[in-house]
């Protein structure tokens, strides 16, 4: 049996080589392999990687021509993998390898998805504990599907999981949700999640922020309802203060003729009707970057891969095998590229950066 491991990276120089020590460790008694796709790092990242799959050719290397994203990275590990069983992890070894062998024994025991659950965040504020937890129970209320709070991108995926993973390839991608929508056999397994071994996080508040709003737009329509929720309100409230200035104006004398309640009520039916008309143009816009079917991601090296495999639909595949004058067709309906194999005489095409 096969395993695959997939770690997307970006500027994770100083972790590569502890992460790698702690594979070769924990899975001495299991056939693996580990893909490692760079998302546009712009330290000593590729080379390290790139020295490290000469070393050990169990280690493969996908790199972006630019940032595309940790979902995309995720997208492209999951497309290249071959293993009988695939696990998605983070190289700063919050993500623990030692709890691989754990999860393969529950994977063996016929789980389409075993999830590490967080049991605790170490050196974690309380405000991104606080509000990780508040992001999963919203979008568990307004979701179709429920998600299962503390439980990341870090997973075991069978191989049949993963064929399904790969035919969704929608351009705005929530890998979580995916995993949910797809309702396959899941066993939990807790853990503590340590601190990062070294660097920074890539994910800023405000990076989150955009992360946890696709999650909410690509898998709910909740923010079109409520908008739809809070103009019935306010056009309700509206109409009641229209009945009491009418009261007022014909049975009282004392209607005092001004502006501050009418400016009041232009200000909440304004807000109301640019959040609506946002939530909608949001929506609007991801239908138009859908509609143009672009690739998912595009790859300009590739080493350690076997020879060839399969096509790859929505991605565009840039570093020439198979083809000697250095062109590679595309097929513009689809987007799918076959997908050539590393070799010791590979070179990559112009403008790769090397």
């Known amino acids: ?10 500027n994770e120089a100083q972790t590569i080589p502890l992460l790698l020590d702690r594979l070769r460790d924990t899975l001495r008694e299991v056939t693996w ?12 990242t590729p080379g390290i990687l790139e020295r490290a799959t000469v070393k050990d050719e169990r280690v493969k290397l996908l790199r972006f021509s630019r940032n595309f994203g940790h979902q995309a990275a995720v997208t492209a590990g999951l497309d290249f993998a071959n293993g009988d069983a695939v696990a998605v992890m983070d190289a700063d070894l919050q993500d623990p390898p030692e709890l691989l062998p754990r999860m393969l024994a529950l994977f063996q025991q016929g789980y389409d998805i075993v999830s590490p659950q967080r049991t605790s965040r170490e050196a974690e504020t309380r405000f991104k504990r606080w509000t990780s937890k508040l992001f999963y129970r919203v979008l568990s209320g307004m979701a179709d599907t429920q998600l299962i709070p503390d439980v990341g991108d870090f997973r075991l995926f069978s191989r049949r999981a993963v064929l399904a993973i790969r035919s969704l390839r929608e351009q705005h991608r929530y890998m979580r949700g995916i995993v949910a929508w797809l309702g396959l056999k899941e066993a939990i397994l807790p853990f503590e999640r340590k601190a990062r071994a070294a660097g920074k996080t890539n994910y800023p508040l405000l990076k989150m922020l955009r992360f946890a709003w696709t999650g909410v737009t690509s898998f709910s329509a909740f923010p079109l309802r409520i908008s739809i929720a809070a103009g019935c309100i306010l056009s309700g409230a509206g109409f009641v203060y229209l009945l009491r200035a009418v009261y007022l104006a014909l049975w009282t004398t ?55 495999q399969r096509s790859v639909s929505r991605a565009v595949i840039l570093y020439d095998l198979a083809t000697p004058s250095g062109r590679v067709l595309i097929d513009d309906a689809q987007h799918t590229l076959p997908i050539p194999a590393a070799s010791p005489s590979y070179q990559p095409l112009p403008g790769a950066r090397a």
């Open 33 to 44: 392999e580990v893909i490692f796709v760079d998302d546009g790092s712009t330290d000593e």
């Open 1 to 10: 049996m096969l395993l695959s491991i997939v770690i997307p990276v970006l």
């Open 254 to 308: 004392t209607l005092v003729p001004g502006w501050a309640s009418v400016v009041a009520l232009q200000c909440a039916f304004s807000g109301m009707i640019l959040l609506a008309l946002g939530a909608i143009g949001d929506y609007v816009a991801r239908n138009y970057e859908e509609v143009k079917n672009r690739p998912l991601y595009v790859v300009t090296e590739a080493r350690n891969f076997p020879l060839p």
